[in-house]
């Protein structure tokens, strides 16, 4: 009778002593780096060129939109004449109507090429009359350069060229290529920009080393139970399509209804797929993430992240109470279109829902109909799938990783760095046929409020935190170019 309690008793110290032996073991990823080359910058002068970038207003063509042409063209020439090094020294393509791709040969040309990226486009400004300083007007005040574009993305885009245009100065000679690509259309999908950018390199055999492109930025309060800031690299990006649902329906007159009208079925579907989401999982960049931040956690929590193989349920749980950490462990489905009859008296001929679909590293837009057509489980209901597949996670184990991580704490000493899973679509998933090593992210520090300017009200960035922009891509470009 004694020896069952003896064995549990044994069997309980034994689990916790691989708990806190992994926990021991589970040591921090950060890389020590040595101080960033010195590298001067014109601060005051950058912020004006940015400001300058931020008044041409390069609203991508979309439908209902027309195309800003003259925008566009104005911005260019604002660039060639700010940035006379890069245009003098680098190839330079006109790529689509108004998107560009640079060249800054290196000496070696059997080294394959980085791909630095940004895009020039912007999305409209709303309520224009309550912002701070006019969105267009390009403003520097208190220290900021204030403007819609300011973080997403021409103040990344300004960043490059300023970054290349100081190393030109000093005579900076990349031994790797160096290829800049803006595209004109990022916040309309890249159709007209990135796509045709990843295509003209595909025909030309080009392999590429590494691409950096907008992404995370350096979070300050933004990971919980971790007190430094935390540079976000996303390493992968979540898919983005449509699922449409249809049942059709004979129609006719809705004062003699049958027992389940072409709604009522559509409803029960959405219904449906509202109470059967996809199963969550820590992979696609976010079980990546937790290896990174976890080591520098406090005890409790990095036992728990250095033991995912036990406690990842209890994560993923936890997660899954708040939509923005949810977006990052599944695939999200959301009912944003609805249609039925056009007249309140007729029956619907046909009833249609379009599903916003997210998919997660891993599933394809192939097993989202899978899975929506076994929770329907409905023939009435057709389900038809399209759009973006979700990209492959890059690796944090190569060199071109080691060198982004390093480039960043030199720049930024006091910062981790973590990859994770962008769950916004940007133009670098165009690039992963080219590259393993593809990377998002955006050398500015920002909180939570900082984040709701893009795309929002009041977009701005500090001149300080554009010189130490400028900083990280100058030191990043010399570390992965030699
Ligand atoms: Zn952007």
Redesign the pocket.
């Known amino acids: 009778m004694k020896r069952a309690p003896l064995a549990l008793l044994v069997l309980l110290l034994l689990l916790v002593g691989v708990l806190v032996v992994r926990t021991l073991r589970f040591g921090s990823r950060q890389v020590p780096a040595e101080p960033a080359e010195p590298f001067s910058v014109d601060a005051t002068g950058a912020a004006d060129r940015l400001a300058g970038a931020l008044r041409h207003h390069t609203v991508a063509a979309s439908d209902g939109t027309p195309a800003e042409d003259a925008a566009f063209r104005a911005l260019h020439a604002q660039l060639v004449a700010g940035f006379p090094l890069v245009h003098a020294q680098l190839g330079h393509e006109v790529v689509g109507e108004h998107s560009h791709l640079y060249t800054w040969k290196g000496t070696e040309p059997d080294l394959h090429p980085v791909l630095l990226m940004g ?1 020039l486009d912007v999305v409209p400004a709303e309520a224009e009359a309550t912002w701070s300083h006019p969105p267009y007007g390009g403003v520097v005040a208190d220290g900021y350069i204030h403007g819609r574009g300011a973080l ?2 021409k103040g990344s885009v300004l960043a490059i060229l300023e970054a290349v245009e100081g190393l030109l100065a000093q005579g900076y000679r990349p031994r790797r290529t160096v290829l800049l690509a803006f595209g004109a259309d ?2 309309v999908r890249g159709r007209d920009g990135a796509v045709l950018v990843a295509e003209l390199l595909r025909k030309r055999g080009v392999r590429l080393e590494s691409v950096l492109d ?1 992404g995370g930025p350096i979070g300050v309060g933004l990971v919980p139970g971790v007190d430094a800031p935390v540079a976000l690299v996303g390493v992968a990006e979540k898919g983005y399509g449509r699922v449409e649902l249809v049942v059709r329906g004979a129609g006719g007159h809705a004062s003699m209804p049958p027992r389940q009208t072409g709604a009522g079925i559509l409803a029960r579907a959405l219904v449906k797929l509202e109470e059967h989401p996809f199963e969550p999982e820590l992979r696609g960049g976010t079980r990546a993430l937790f290896e990174h931040v976890g080591p520098e956690m406090g005890f409790g929590m990095r036992l728990l992240f250095a033991n995912t193989w036990l406690f990842s349920p209890l994560l993923v749980r936890r997660m899954a109470t708040v939509p923005s950490t949810d977006a990052s462990i599944r695939t999200t489905l959301a009912a944003t279109m609805l249609e039925g009859s056009p007249k309140p008296n007729v029956l619907p001929a046909q009833a249609r829902a379009v599903l916003n679909v997210r998919p997660l590293p891993g599933d394809s837009l192939e097993d989202v109909r899978t899975h929506v057509r076994e929770v329907v489980d409905d023939a009435r209901v057709e389900v038809t799938a399209e759009g973006d597949e979700a990209s492959p996670v890059s690796p944090t184990d190569t060199e071109a990783w080691k060198q982004l991580q390093r480039s960043i704490r030199q720049v930024f000493p006091d910062v981790l760095v973590a990859p994770f899973l962008t769950v916004a679509a ?1 133009d670098a998933r165009h690039f992963h046929p080219l590259s393993d090593s593809v990377y998002r992210f955006m050398p500015v520090r920002m909180t939570r409020e900082d984040l709701t300017r ?1 795309h929002g009200r009041d977009e701005r960035l500090s001149v300080t935190a554009h010189a130490a922009a400028i900083r990280f891509y100058a030191q990043y470009l010399r570390n992965i170019t030699r």
């Open positions: 895009h997403d993305d990022e916040e907008e940007t893009m």
